[in-house]
């Protein structure tokens, strides 16, 4: 068994954050799902724009729509949501094998709209129903104004990727709206069964932007552990919002966890490992977006463990040292 598959064994589902026409059409992604492990696919603005910018597989449909459509983000849409509906039905044998609990693709919202509560529903109803796929997940970013559509968009039984968190303050949150979404479709006496949720902590930038700061101020044992620590507190926080009895009455009535899928777990800094964040962060019941580049230097030198609760002594004071030294990292 390759060293990415082995993390699968270890209960962490490992998503490809990456899309493309390329990868679809030459057997490149059905590869990762049959000999990695591959169970999911998230996907962003910033990766569309690779690959409409980086590929002539677009150039036809561009055309076509130009004639067909009002703006460039109609555009934009068209060619995404062709994109998502063919990964989605790559994706549907993993869907259908997992009972709903993985085979899903990720398409986001407009990043416009990240403090607009009313057009955040709205765009993220007209894409769940322009995709019509049951593994499909809107993505929508967990801002103050993005808590309120995620709560609505639950209730009204569209599964929701809550992206770009970055605090834990902000996560307990956004466990908030999911609860309080099942809970209002429930009042609405609606079914809670297939509706799936991820909540998406980014955590390389974390470090980006904290590393620094603990340089100048001498607490280089520090570095490049706040990303890690943080995201060990989140999954502490997930295991006790749901473990209580608020979500097993929930749970009764058919509902799923929100899993923590952590992000941006890339390396970014030069001086670490290109595999330091998944190796410490494989934990049960939780996802994990790789891009291509990772997933191959996992397969090639990645060590598979459960560590993701390893040392949460180390974890707080971690986190305790930022608040010894003045370092507010909520506000950051």
């Not at 060293?3 to 590869?31: A, P, T, Y």
């Not at 000999?35 to 002539?56: H, L, M, W, Y």
């Not at 307990?172 to 009042?187: F, H, I, M, N, Q």
């Not at 295991?239 to 009455?249: G, I, L, N, Y």
Request: with cysteine; proline share 3%; net charge negative.
């Amino acid at each position: 068994m390759n060293n990415v598959k082995q993390i699968h064994e270890l209960g962490q589902s490992i998503w490809l954050d990456f899309i493309n026409r390329e990868i679809m059409n030459n057997g490149k992604l059905q590869q990762l799902i049959d000999e990695d492990g591959v169970c999911g696919v998230t996907s962003n603005p910033a990766i569309f724009a690779k690959a409409i910018n980086g590929s002539p597989d677009y150039d036809a449909d561009i055309a076509k729509f130009a004639k067909e459509k009002d703006s460039n983000d109609d555009i934009f849409y068209s060619l995404a949501i062709k994109d998502i509906q063919q990964a989605t039905d790559i994706f549907r044998p993993v869907f259908d094998e997992t009972q709903g609990g993985d085979g899903y693709v990720s398409l986001e919202v407009g990043p416009g709209l990240a403090n607009d509560t009313e057009g955040t529903v709205a765009q993220a109803r007209e894409l769940w129903n322009a995709v019509d796929r049951e593994n499909v997940m809107i993505k929508i970013p967990g801002t103050k104004e993005g808590l309120a559509a995620i709560r609505q968009c639950i209730s009204e039984g569209i599964n929701i990727n809550v992206t770009l968190l970055f605090g834990l303050p902000r996560y307990s949150a956004v466990t908030e709206a999911y609860l309080a979404g099942l809970e209002d479709r429930v009042k609405a006496g609606k079914s809670i069964e297939k509706i799936a949720s991820v909540a998406s902590f980014f955590l390389s930038r974390i470090d980006s932007l904290v590393d620094p700061i603990l340089d100048k101020k001498g607490l280089k044992e520090a570095q490049g552990e706040v990303a890690i620590a943080s995201a060990r507190k989140a999954y502490e926080i997930y295991k006790e919002v749901f473990s209580s009895e608020r979500f097993k009455a929930l749970e009764a009535k058919g509902a799923q966890t929100q899993r923590v899928l952590l992000a941006s777990t890339s390396t970014k800094n030069p001086d670490y490992s290109d595999v330091k964040y998944v190796e410490a962060l494989i934990g049960e019941n939780t996802i994990n977006t790789l891009p291509m580049a990772t997933i191959d230097a996992f397969r090639d030198h990645g060590n598979a463990a459960s560590r993701l609760e390893d040392d949460l002594d180390k974890a707080n004071k971690t986190l305790a040292v930022l608040k010894e030294n003045g370092i507010d990292i909520d506000e950051l």
